[in-house]
Structure formats: structure tokens, C-alpha cells
């Protein structure tokens, strides 16, 4: 899949599909992109859509922040500051993955060794004031999340 999101209202419509869609099906994503490039946006707006009304924070220096939903656990990581696996086995990353938990990753290129196991791949790049999406599913999983995200944003 490839959209281009024109503005913030547009990046908030889209992750708010995302969120829906993850509502169905429980995923591992990675979100790449430069720094604003509305990485945490789309994770906001995807929470939202899910019910969560408190405060979404950018996990860049907690490395993790977790979000319980109607449908289960969202687990939003950002590995920019992790330098090897230790560090994310303290995390408890593998208990993460799971039925009825979600894990949507910033900055996966750290860590692409455990970030090509993910289910779908999203990435997002500048394109004048607005952005230019990639998504692309991974597993029969990501599949399934990308048909439903699809049929989410019409």
C-alpha cells in the first residue's frame, strides 16, 4: 500500500483506520521514518480509535509504553536508544508478542534482525508538508491487517 497523507488531519484519519484494523487482528509493526515524520501521530491516533483517552506519550526514553485497550494490550516501543539484544530481552520483548497484544515499534532499523519478523512494515517519508505512507505486510498476519486496514480507510 502506498497513500499519500496530505496534511495531519489525513495522518490522524489513517491511523485511526490502523487502530480498527488492529482491533481485528493482533500485529508486530515497525514504523520507520525520519524524526516528525509522524511515526508517533499514526501510533496516537491508532490508540485513540482503540479507546484509550489518557495521555500518548512518545516512548523515546521510557523505550516502552504499554496501553490496555478493549481488545487487549497495545506495546509502543521506540529501539532508537537500544544498542544490542540484552537490552531488548530486559524490555521483555518476546512476552509482547502475543494473542491480544499489539507491538508497534519506532526506529526498527536498529534492531533488523528482530524487526524482519514483524507483520507489517510502515514507512513514512516527507513529502512537502505532507507524507508519503508505505505499508507492506510481512506474514499471512500482516495480510490480514493490511486487507482490514484497507477496507478501514475506504
Known sequence: MNRV????????RV???????????SAFVTLTGDLGAGKTTLVRA????LGHTGPVR?????????YVVS???VHHLDWYRLGDDSELEALGFRDLLG????????????MPWVAQ???????????G??????AQALTPVGDAVLAAWMTEIG
Do not use: F, H, K, M
Not at 497523507?5 to 490522524?12: G, N, P, Q, V
Not at 512518545?58 to 504499554?66: H, K, R, V
Open 5 to 12: 497523507l496530505a496534511d495531519e488531519a489525513e495522518s490522524i
Open 15 to 25: 491511523g485511526e483506520a490502523l487502530g480498527r484494523a488492529l482491533d481485528r487482528q
Open 46 to 49: 491508532a490508540l485513540r480509535s
Open 58 to 66: 512518545s516512548p523515546t526514553y521510557s523505550l516502552i509504553e504499554t
Open 71 to 73: 481488545s487487549g494490550a
Open 99 to 110: 494473542p491480544g497484544q499489539s507491538v508497534l515499534v519506532e526506529w526498527p532499523e536498529r
Open 117 to 127: 519478523r514483524a507483520d507489517v512494515a510502515l514507512t513514512l517519508a516527507y513529502l
Open 129 to 134: 508538508d505532507g507524507r508519503q505512507l508505505s
